[in-house]
């Protein structure tokens, strides 16, 4: 450990490395952070830096819910960065990041911190003989405010087009090399389909590596957008007129003889195992919504038609349908899911944690396969086909009932976590939607612009 830790430093400080920024993600999905200096790093590993447990009764607009239970002055705990996350951040500057979990003082990892909870899950998970691959999907919108202090696009051309990439240019090209340099294995870009809308994915890897990525990306953006005097918006709905920000997730799960989504006998190369994650995903996915879609304008973009899936059935190739197998096939891709109704306000390791123990829980016992949807789920008879939870309030709902969850999560983690859903749902319940989108539309600045 410690020679790991010298060779590491070793690394850092051979790039130019100054200071490190500790990073984790409260209940809101908000990142925060506590800077060391790069000598003090085996420190921050070992033992930690103060960080208050009230930081989880942050809302989305940075004030603290009296009614929260852990909205009180006493206690601490210790963030401690995790040696295997480091990474540059921004190494021209001196800066390199690495992820913390946050630890009681006397007895182990913090029961509430949602890094820690996506370890176990993993753990848990690969205990039971399973692993999840994933990678997610990050949309972003490049605006500045207008004169009524709303969004407005600065980098004009069409959906998907050359024309916005050649006006971006030199945006593009700075940011994707800040990525690289940030050590963050994009696998593509492409202008989307919003105005001024555009999209990075992300090698697929075990859940902790992605949802670290997750992160990264997001702070690289910020910076290199800013850095062009423009903001980045990962607002679930930056504009009421615009199509929402999403932040889909592919996953596949593998046991020891390979993965399960291809090269069995079942409709579309499905093993058993196959058709019982795909059942059993989707019939727990309303509770999964409170932290894939976890603010109140999340439920904004989840409307039909959007291509952000709202409705809770599956479908080969299908757009609007929750779970969208992309089969193996001639072309030797692997089989995967994609679960679109997922934002880029989620708290990427409260998720992934999250999605393990029902991952873990659908595999328990054979399920039973329902049928595919095929076409739009909207234009289904009489719209007879289910909708996934319609506001934060019905996600909310589905997260307290779920008892494979609480169990998972542990009393604090799982009663805390609904604290903050409540202190979200009553920060909007007399606000009219305008101003729901106009109040979290510069997220990920809290409070939005000074
Ligand atoms: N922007 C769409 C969303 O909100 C997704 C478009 C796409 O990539 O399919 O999820
Ligand atoms: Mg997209």
Avoid at 79 to 91: K, T, W
Avoid at 154 to 166: C, N
Avoid at 201 to 209: K, M
Avoid at 257 to 281: D, N, V
Wanted: net charge negative; with cysteine; charged share 20%.
């Amino acid at each position: 450990m410690v020679a790991a830790v010298d060779s590491v430093l070793e690394r850092l400080s051979a790039a130019g490395v100054r200071q490190v920024a500790v990073t984790w993600d409260n209940h809101a999905g908000e990142t925060l952070v506590k800077v060391v200096p790069l000598r003090h790093l085996p420190e921050a590993i070992a033992k930690g830096v103060g960080f208050s447990p009230v930081s989880d009764a942050f809302r989305s607009d940075g004030v603290i819910d009296g009614a929260h239970r852990l909205a009180r002055p006493d206690g601490d705990l210790r963030l401690r960065a995790d040696l295997e996350s480091l990474a540059m951040l921004e190494p021209q500057l001196g800066w390199a990041w690495a992820a913390g979990e946050r630890w009681d003082r006397n007895s182990g990892p913090y029961a509430a911190d949602q890094r820690h909870f996506c370890r176990r899950m993993e753990a848990e998970l690969a205990a039971s003989g399973w692993r999840l691959r994933a990678g997610f999907e990050l949309e972003w919108v490049v605006v500045v405010p207008g004169a009524d202090g709303t969004p407005q696009a600065v980098l004009p051309g069409g959906p998907y087009g050359a024309d916005r990439l050649i006006e971006g240019l030199d945006y593009a090209s700075a940011l994707l090399k800040a990525l690289d340099d940030a050590e963050v294995p994009w696998l593509q870009f492409h202008p989307e389909y919003g105005p001024s809308q555009f999209e990075l994915s992300f090698a697929p890897d075990r859940s902790l590596t992605i949802a670290d990525h997750l992160i990264r990306a997001r702070l690289v953006i910020q910076r290199v957008t800013r850095r062009f005097g423009w903001y980045s918006s990962f607002s679930a709905k930056p504009r009421l007129d615009w199509v929402g920000n999403g932040g889909h997730l592919h996953l596949s799960v593998l046991h020891d003889e390979g993965p399960i989504l291809q090269g069995g006998q079942g409709s579309y190369g499905l093993k058993p195992e196959g058709e019982a994650l795909i059942a059993g995903l989707l019939e727990q996915l309303p509770s999964l919504m409170a932290l894939a879609s976890p603010s109140p304008v999340s439920y904004l973009r989840l409307v039909p038609s959007s291509w952000s899936a709202p409705f809770q059935v599956w479908g080969v190739e299908n757009r609007e349908a929750a779970l969208r197998l992309v089969p193996s096939a001639a072309d030797g891709c692997d089989a995967h899911l994609e679960i679109k109704a997922v934002d880029p306000t989620t708290n990427p390791y409260l998720l992934l944690g999250a999605l393990q123990a029902q991952v873990k829980e659908a595999l328990a016992r054979p399920r039973v396969l329902p049928p595919a949807q095929i076409g739009d789920p909207a234009g289904a008879p009489g719209f007879s086909v289910r909708r996934l939870p319609s506001s934060l309030l019905e996600a909310r709902d589905a997260l307290a009932a779920d008892h494979g969850l609480e169990a998972a999560m542990g009393p604090l983690l799982h009663g805390s976590l609904l604290d903050s859903l409540d202190a979200e749902i009553q920060r909007v319940q007399q606000l009219p939607v305008e101003d729901q989108v106009n109040g979290c539309c510069w997220w990920p600045l809290v409070g939005g612009l000074a």
